[in-house]
């Protein structure tokens, strides 16, 4: 069977990977990991990173299209947070086939 496109979950890590393709968004990345599922005020995250204005803007918007970080309002605020289902999802995608050349497939708990 030939397939033309690329599979679901390979497109999800390839657009993920892209969307994180900048030292930067990384920063912004493990800023938000380190703030918890709650989130924090895009100012904060700004200040916190170094990356203010539209730079930021632009950053989340790469990062919220490909799935990984969601905002929300509060009052005047915009909350960022990561969205760690998709996270998860992205490092299972990577992990998925640990060890399969050595004699078995290694499910959950092998990180390191």
Do not use: W
Not at 5 to 20: D, E, K, Y
Not at 57 to 63: A, D, G, I, S, Y
Not at 97 to 104: L, R
Request: proline residues 4%; aromatic residues 4%.
């Amino acid at each position: 069977m030939k397939e033309n496109h690329a599979p679901p979950a390979l497109t999800f890590a390839a657009t993920a990977f892209a969307a994180l393709g900048s030292e930067q968004r990384l920063s912004i990345l493990r800023r938000l990991v380190r703030a918890g599922p709650e989130g924090i005020p895009m100012g904060t995250l700004g200040d916190s990173v170094g990356i203010t204005g539209s730079v930021l803007t632009h950053h989340l918007k790469q990062m919220v299209s490909a799935g990984l970080v969601r905002q929300r309002r509060d009052g005047r605020r915009i909350l960022c947070a990561v969205d760690y289902d998709e996270i998860r999802r992205l490092s299972d995608y990577l992990l998925q086939e640990c060890c399969a050349d050595q004699g078995g497939h290694q499910t959950g708990g092998h990180h390191g």
